[in-house]
């Protein structure tokens, strides 16, 4: 089963930026869609970004304009670069696949707030 690992989240100031980054233990970014999900205190998990496997992008409405997803197929990683940070976007961020069939792995937390 293809694991994942999340990393790069902290603490930073609303306007702040941070660049989030996700590891796949074999490649498969290259024909499976993968996402980045979120999921805050007391809310259900939700989708923030996708990548499909030809490079098109969805982004959640609450997001668009903001944050960005890529992926390095060398690398084998999955990155979301997230830009003009608010306290709203605090959360726990994982990425999976789209739709999330894989393990989820224990997300990196974001925190927004002065």
């Known amino acids: 089963q293809v694991q994942v690992v999340e990393s790069g989240g902290g603490l930073v100031q609303p306007g702040g930026s941070l660049r989030l980054s996700c590891a796949a233990s074999v490649s498969i970014f290259s024909f499976t869609a993968m996402a980045w999900y979120r999921q805050a205190p007391g809310k259900q998990r939700e989708l923030v970004a996708r990548m499909l496997p030809g490079g098109q992008t969805n982004y959640a409405d609450s997001v668009k304009g903001r944050f960005t997803i890529s992926r390095d197929n060398a690398k084998n990683t999955v990155n979301l670069q997230m830009n003009s940070l608010k306290p709203e976007d605090t959360a726990v961020y994982y990425c999976?696949?789209?739709?999330?069939?894989?393990?989820w792995g224990r997300g990196t937390q974001v925190t927004v707030s002065s």
């Open positions: 999976n696949s789209s739709p999330s069939t894989l393990n």
